[in-house]
Structure formats: structure tokens, C-alpha cells
């Protein structure tokens, strides 16, 4: 597939994606749904040297959500079908929150809608200071989708979550920060350098460890103290015959850095 709607690149193990429609704002359309798709399809191709995502946008803005002028107009009486959207693009987000490899989220301007659910799917997520989040859903008669119902009460609490997604005002970058909603604010000239240093810094690290850590903290906000203890276990058992962990020891006791090699 040729991009058109995205940019993206596999250079020293980071898989760089970054939102192209800055005319709109990088507002989602069909176009970028498919994209992306195929963007992640190629990362999780096992020859690929991927080791870590690095989100980003063109422009002004992250992600203004959909683009509510790339649906057709429908004969009278007739009414989209908003719940099949959904479920065609549903999968991408559980892809994004699930992947195997860290992702790191450098959102530079407004993520609204389901530009929050994009950017609050991925691990890390650095902000620029101009940039600000806006659940717009209540605006137009919606609830939010694309996840954002799954991550914000996790991450900012019940009673924020509600406020933001009922109010729809907007949240400033450092206002995300303070409520543990992000990871990070940047001044907006230091953001992209910042992210890209990160994701490669992620990228030279032991990817099996990360991908083991991720996911058992994710199962930590939904599952039972027994059911963590149990899958921390696990993950320890898995990662004590990896090289990586090898190479760790090694490099701990011999007072020099660890040459990690994702194995």
C-alpha cells in the first residue's frame, strides 16, 4: 500500500508513524484506518526490526478526531450505521494498546475524540505544552468510543473522567500531566527530539522485558492481586532465559552498559 494519509519509516529498530492530513487537522478518515492497518501489519512482521513505536502528527494538530466529511450523504430517512465504524476500526486501538513493543506518543497540538483514544492507547505519552485534550463526543450527541472509555477512569479517576467526558472542556497538556492522564510535558521545540531520543532509547533496550512489563501492569488496573502475582511469575520464569537478562547480569557486574539485542 502506498501511504497517503501517513507517514512511516523502520530506521535503528523504531517504527516512526506519523499522522499526515495536517490540512485537517489529522482528522481520521477510511484512508488513514486502512494505513495504519497496514502500518502495524508491516512492524509486527517478524523480520521487520521494530523494537519501538514513536506516534506522532504533522502540523498543528495530533488528531482531531474523525472526519465527519468523509461520510457519504445518505438517501432521506436513512442514518449511518455508527456502531459497524466502530467496529471496523475498534481492533486498531486494541492492536495499538496490546502491542508487543513499547509505543511512544508525541502529541503536538489537539487530540480530540478519538485523537485522546489514539493517544492514550500507546505506553508513553509526551506532550507538547500548546497541546491540549478535548473529549468533543457530548458536543455532537455521542459518548466517547475508541477506548477512551476504558483508559481515562484508569488513568485520571472516576470523577475527572465523568467531568471531562460530560463537559467536553478542554484539558491543557499540563492539566493531563497533573491528573496522570500523560507521562510528560515538553516545551514544544525540545517535543519531537525528546520522543525521538526516547523510542530509540526504548529501541536499543531488552524488548522482551518491556513487553512482559506492559502487559502485566495493563492486567494490573483489571485483575486480581493473585492473578498479577501470578502473571509476574510467569513473565520472571520467561524472561531469566533470555540473552537480554544474560547480557543484564553480565553487564551489571562487569560496572559497563548493557548491549541489549531484543532476545
Not at 159 to 174: D, P, Q, T
Request: hydrophobic letters at 50%; one cysteine or more.
Amino acid at each position: 500500500m502506498t501511504f497517503e494519509t501517513i507517514e512511516f519509516s523502520i530506521e535503528a529498530g523504531v517504527a516512526r508513524i506519523a499522522l499526515n492530513r495536517p490540512d485537517r487537522l489529522n482528522a481520521f478518515n477510511l484512508r488513514m484506518q486502512d494505513e495504519l492497518f497496514d502500518a502495524f501489519k508491516r512492524i509486527e512482521a517478524t523480520d521487520s526490526g521494530a523494537r519501538a513505536i514513536l506516534l506522532t502528527a504533522n502540523g498543528r494538530g495530533f488528531c482531531s478526531g474523525v472526519d465527519l466529511t468523509d461520510r457519504k450523504p445518505l438517501p432521506a430517512g436513512e442514518k449511518h450505521d455508527l456502531g459497524a465504524a466502530l467496529e471496523a476500526k475498534n481492533p486498531l486501538f486494541a492492536r495499538l494498546y496490546h502491542s508487543p513493543i513499547p509505543v511512544v506518543c508525541a502529541v503536538n497540538g489537539v487530540a480530540a475524540g478519538m485523537g485522546v483514544g489514539l493517544a492514550l492507547a500507546c505506553d508513553i505519552v509526551l506532550a507538547a505544552k500548546s497541546a491540549s485534550f478535548v473529549l468533543a463526543f457530548s458536543r455532537i450527541g455521542l459518548m466517547p468510543d475508541c477506548g477512551v472509555s476504558f483508559f481515562l477512569p484508569r488513568l485520571i479517576g472516576l470523577a475527572r473522567a465523568n467531568g471531562a467526558a460530560l463537559l467536553g472542556e478542554k484539558i491543557s497538556a499540563e492539566q493531563a500531566q497533573q491528573w496522570g492522564m500523560i507521562w510528560r510535558v515538553l516545551d514544544d521545540a525540545a517535543l519531537a527530539e525528546e520522543a525521538a531520543t526516547l523510542a530509540r532509547k526504548l529501541a536499543a533496550g531488552p524488548t522482551q522485558a518491556y513487553r512482559l512489563t506492559a502487559g502485566t501492569i495493563k492486567a494490573g488496573v483489571e485483575a486480581s492481586l493473585e492473578q498479577v502475582l501470578a502473571r509476574e511469575a510467569e513473565g520472571q520464569r520467561a524472561l531469566g532465559f533470555t540473552g537480554d537478562y544474560a547480557e543484564g547480569v553480565l553487564a551489571f557486574l562487569e560496572k559497563r552498559g548493557a548491549n541489549f539485542a531484543g532476545r
